[in-house]
């Protein structure tokens, strides 16, 4: 079975950091791309950020360009988004999220092609 567990969410002031890890089981992530989306309380999804398992492509929103990254360490079967110069919008469950043999190898745009998901990490950044 497919399965995605994020967790290193937490409470974190401004301008602070946090490391969230997805674990990841059923798949191999040369056939996959994960990624990371997140939602605010009365907003919609976002996506974050994503990593392809086929080359190793990265996309991030405009939001986060610059103070995100994500990262995949295939021996530990973790993919992680470190975050940095955290704000109070960033402030959102996170989710990670598969797909498999997306398109092209690309991550995908749009959220509706991630086949699985995990469950989300709450990250609360106070001001």
């Known amino acids: 079975d497919v399965q995605l567990q994020a967790s290193g969410g937490g409470l974190v002031q401004a301008g602070g950091s946090l490391r969230l890890s997805c674990a990841f089981s059923?798949?191999?992530?040369?056939?996959?791309?994960i990624g990371w989306v997140r939602q605010a309380p009365g907003k919609e999804r976002e996506g974050v950020s994503c990593?392809?398992?086929?080359?190793?492509?990265?996309s991030y929103a405009d939001s986060v360009k610059g103070r995100f990254t994500v990262s995949v360490d295939n021996a530990k079967k973790t993919v992680y988004l470190r975050m940095n110069s955290l704000k109070p919008e960033d402030t959102a469950v996170y989710y990670c999220?598969?797909?498999?043999?997306?398109?092209?190898?690309?991550?995908?745009?749009?959220?509706?092609?991630?086949?699985?998901w995990g469950q989300g990490t709450q990250v609360t950044v106070s001001s």
């Open positions: 999220a598969g797909v498999d043999r997306p398109p092209a190898g690309v991550c995908p745009k749009d959220l509706l092609q991630y086949d699985y």
């Open positions: 059923g798949f191999f992530f040369d056939d996959y791309a």
């Open positions: 990593i392809s398992g086929y080359d190793g492509g990265t």
